[in-house]
C-alpha cells in the first residue's frame, strides 16, 4: 500500500510538467474565448436592447439558437462541417470560434440584464444633456454595469474554462487531451484524472479568487 | 453685472451655510436683477417655450389632450395639478424625452426638429431636473457637471471644470466637489443636478418635483437655488406641489387636470379664487384646510 502511494506520487511527479504545459493551452483556449465572446456578446446585447426590430430579432434568434443546441455539437459543426463549404481553420482557431461564439449568447444575455437594471432615469438624465444614445450608453450606462456584471461574468468564464475540455474530443491539445494521452500509454487512469481534475480546480479556485478581488476593488 | 454675480454667489453661499442670512440676501438680489433685467411685462420676439395642440397617448391612455401653452423669456409658469394628470409628461415633450402624437413644440421660436442630431443639440439647450435627481453615480460631483459640457459640447477639460467649480459654488457645494452621489444629502444631489443643468446654459429649466423626494429640512436648501435662478431671469417651467414655491416665486400657474389645462393665471388669482372645479378640488386635497 505504502509502496504504491509512493510510486503514485513519483508518477504524478513524472506527468505534472507535460499536464502542466498542456495547461497553458487550456487557459490560452480560455482566454481568447472569453475575448471573443465579449466582443460579440456586447455586440450582440446592443442588437437586443435597440430600438430596431430587426437587429434585436436577430439577436434573439441568434442567443436562442446558440443555447439551445449542445456546445459540444457546434465543436463538431465548426471543426468538421464548416471546412466541407470551404472555411478551414487549424484546430486551435476552430476551437476558439465554437467556445467564443457559443460563450457570446450568454455573455450577451448577462450584458443585456445588465443593462436593463440601470435606472431608466440614468439614460433619460444624460439624453436631457443632449448626449446621443451611443455617447449616453458609452459615458454612463456601461461603466455602470461593470459592477453588476463581473460576478456572473465571472461564472461564465469559469465554465468556459472547463468547457475547453470538449476540444479534447477535436483532437485539441489542452488538458484533457494530454492526460488522455499519458493514460494511452500507462495505463494509469487514477492518478492522472485526479491530477488533471486537481487542475482545473486550482485553475477554477484561483480565477474566483480574481474575481472576488476585482468586485471588492469596484465595489470601492 | 458683475455686481451682481458676486452678489448672487455670496447669497447662496450664505443660503446654503447660514439658513438664517438666505432672506435679506434673496432680496439683495432681486433689486440688483431688476436694475438690469427686462422690464415685467416686456414682451420678447417668440416666446421661448411654445406648445401648440400638444397630444400624447400611451396605449390607450391619452395623457395630454391637446396642450397649449407659452412661456415667456424669464417667465417662471408653475404647473400644479392632480398625480397622474400628465405633468411629467408635458415636461417631458418640452425637451423630446417623450415625443407628442400630434401638436408641435418650439424652443425659443424653432420647432423642436425631428432629425436625431439635431435633437441632440436642441436637447442640450433644455436643463431638465428630475425628482430623483438622476445623478450619475460613477461620477464625482465635479465630474457630473462637467460631463455635458466636455462630452457634449466638446469644451476643454480645464474650461469646463472651472464652470462647474463656479457653478458648485453658486449651488453653495464646493467643498463637495470630489464626493460622489451617495456621499451626499439628497438636498446637496439635487442642486448638484441643478448645476449639472446649468452647466449647458440652457435657454429654459425644467424642474419634475424636486424636492419632493426630499427629507422636509432638506427642501429650503434647493428651493433657495430655485429662487436664485429665477431672480436672475432664467426661464423657468417647475412641476411642484410646494404651493408656497408656486405662490412667491412664479408669475404664473398652470393647473392640469386630466391632461388638460383647467386654469391658468396669476398665482394670486389660482390659489386664492380659483375658477374651476378641479381646481378647486386639488387645492383642497393639498393645502391646510386654514389657506384654502
Ligand atoms: N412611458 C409611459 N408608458 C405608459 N404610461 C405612461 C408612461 N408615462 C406616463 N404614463 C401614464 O400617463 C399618466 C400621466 O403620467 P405623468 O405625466 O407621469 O403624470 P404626473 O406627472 O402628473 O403624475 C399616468 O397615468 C401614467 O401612468
Ligand atoms: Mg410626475
Not at chain 1, 50 to 62: E, F, H, I, P, Q
Not at chain 1, 88 to 99: E, G, H, N, P, Y
Amino acid at each position: 500500500m505504502k509502496e504504491s502511494m509512493v510510486s503514485a506520487a513519483v508518477f504524478i511527479q513524472n506527468i505534472l510538467p507535460t499536464l502542466l504545459r498542456a495547461s497553458g493551452v487550456t487557459v490560452k483556449l480560455t482566454a481568447f474565448s472569453i475575448i471573443l465572446g465579449i466582443a460579440i456578446g456586447t455586440a450582440v446585447a446592443l442588437m437586443r436592447i435597440s430600438r430596431s426590430k430587426v437587429l434585436s430579432g436577430v439577436a434573439t434568434a441568434y442567443v436562442t439558437v446558440l443555447r439551445g443546441t449542445p456546445l459540444m455539437v457546434q465543436i463538431l459543426i465548426v471543426y468538421f462541417a464548416l471546412p466541407q463549404i470551404g472555411l478551414r481553420m487549424d484546430k486551435f482557431s476552430s476551437a476558439v470560434i465554437a467556445l467564443g461564439i457559443n460563450a457570446s449568447a450568454y455573455i450577451a444575455e448577462i450584458i443585456r440584464a445588465a443593462i436593463e437594471s440601470i435606472d431608466p432615469g440614468q439614460m433619460e438624465a444624460a439624453r436631457s444633456l443632449g448626449m446621443s444614445y451611443g455617447l449616453a450608453m458609452r459615458r454612463i450606462i456601461i461603466p455602470q454595469t461593470y459592477r453588476r456584471l463581473l460576478p456572473p461574468l465571472g461564472n461564465e468564464f469559469i465554465a468556459l474554462l472547463k468547457d475547453t475540455s470538449l476540444i479534447a474530443f477535436i483532437g485539441g491539445e489542452e488538458l484533457t487531451r494530454a492526460g488522455q494521452h499519458i493514460i494511452s500509454a500507462t495505463f494509469r487512469p487514477w492518478p492522472v484524472y485526479i491530477t488533471v481534475a486537481a487542475i482545473y480546480l486550482c485553475m477554477t479556485a484561483l480565477f474566483s479568487f480574481v474575481v472576488q478581488f476585482g468586485e471588492r476593488k469596484l465595489l470601492q | 453685472m458683475s455686481a451682481m454675480i458676486i452678489n448672487a454667489r455670496t447669497s447662496n453661499n450664505h443660503g446654503m451655510v447660514a439658513g438664517t442670512s438666505v432672506i435679506s440676501h434673496a432680496v439683495n438680489v432681486n433689486t440688483n436683477y431688476l436694475s438690469q433685467a427686462p422690464q415685467p411685462g416686456s414682451r420678447p420676439e417668440a416666446p421661448m417655450v411654445e406648445l401648440k395642440g400638444v397630444c400624447k397617448r400611451f396605449g390607450s391612455l391619452q395623457v395630454l389632450k391637446n396642450i397649449s401653452l407659452s412661456v415667456d423669456k424669464g417667465e417662471v409658469v408653475s404647473i400644479i395639478g392632480p398625480s397622474g394628470s400628465g405633468k411629467s409628461t408635458l415636461l417631458r415633450c418640452v425637451n423630446y424625452l417623450e415625443k407628442p402624437d400630434s401638436g408641435t413644440v418650439s424652443i425659443a421660436g424653432n420647432p423642436v426638429p425631428e432629425d436625431e442630431s439635431a435633437l441632440n443639440s436642441a436637447r442640450a439647450r433644455v436643463g431638465m431636473v428630475f425628482q430623483h435627481f438622476n445623478l450619475f453615480p460613477h461620477m464625482t460631483a465635479l465630474e457630473n457637471i462637467m460631463e455635458g459640457p466636455v462630452q457634449v459640447k466638446r469644451i476643454p477639460k480645464s474650461e469646463a471644470k472651472e464652470i462647474a467649480l463656479s457653478l458648485l459654488s453658486k449651488v453653495g457645494l464646493s467643498d463637495k466637489a470630489g464626493a460622489y452621489p451617495r456621499q451626499l444629502s439628497g438636498g446637496q444631489k439635487q442642486r448638484v443636478a441643478i448645476a449639472r443643468a446649468l452647466a449647458m446654459q440652457p435657454d429654459v429649466m425644467l424642474f419634475d418635483k424636486a424636492t419632493s423626494a426630499l427629507d422636509p429640512e432638506l427642501i429650503g436648501e434647493v428651493l433657495q437655488v430655485m429662487r436664485d435662478l429665477a431672480a436672475e431671469g432664467m426661464t423657468m417651467l417647475v412641476v411642484t406641489h410646494e404651493i408656497g414655491f408656486a405662490r412667491e416665486v412664479s408669475d404664473r400657474i398652470v393647473v392640469l387636470a386630466g391632461g388638460q389645462i383647467a386654469e391658468e393665471g396669476r398665482p394670486e388669482d389660482i390659489l386664492s379664487a380659483p375658477l374651476n372645479q378641479r381646481t378647486r378640488e386639488f387645492l383642497a386635497k393639498i393645502l391646510p384646510p386654514t389657506r384654502v
